[in-house]
Nanobody
Framework: VRLVESGGGLVQAGGSLTLSCAAS????????MAWYRQAPGKERELVAA???????YYTDSVKGRFTISRDNAKNTLYLQMNRLKPEDTDLYSC?????????????????????WGQGTQVTVSS
């Protein structure tokens, strides 16, 4: 499975961006998909996740501002980001896993995802 992100860039605080993640290859094996972000020297943080059935999870800092969605016909994952803040500046990566849930809950640990994209940089200026 290959994941390719796009849509990152530089935006002013309060602005919006939409990230896309196109999946190709053995996509039949994909269930949960997620967006992570990581700043230099810090651990990856789960931003949002979505199961194959459409159940979603958001980290508290993005609730009400970000929306994760997937178009299974286009094999594409999206992250609509509104009211962006400077603290949203990070490298955003798409991840996909063969499982929908991990021990009955959303898969938080990056090690629970099997496939990763290269990432797309989001920079929010103040």
């Amino acid at each position: 499975v290959r994941l390719v992100e796009s849509g990152g860039g530089l935006v002013q605080a309060g602005g919006s961006l939409t990230l896309s993640c196109a999946a190709s290859g053995s996509i039949f094996s994909i269930n949960a998909m997620a967006w992570y972000r990581q700043a230099p020297g810090k651990e990856r943080e789960l931003v949002a996740a979505i199961t194959s059935g459409g159940s979603t999870y958001y980290t508290d800092s993005v609730k009400g501002r970000f929306t994760i969605s997937r178009d299974n016909a286009k094999n594409t994952l999206y992250l609509q980001m509104n009211r962006l803040k400077p603290e949203d500046t990070d490298l955003y990566s798409c991840a996909a896993g063969r499982d929908d849930y991990c021990s009955g809950y959303v898969c938080y640990d990056p090690r629970e995802y099997d496939y990763w994209g290269q990432g797309t940089q989001v920079t929010v200026s103040s």
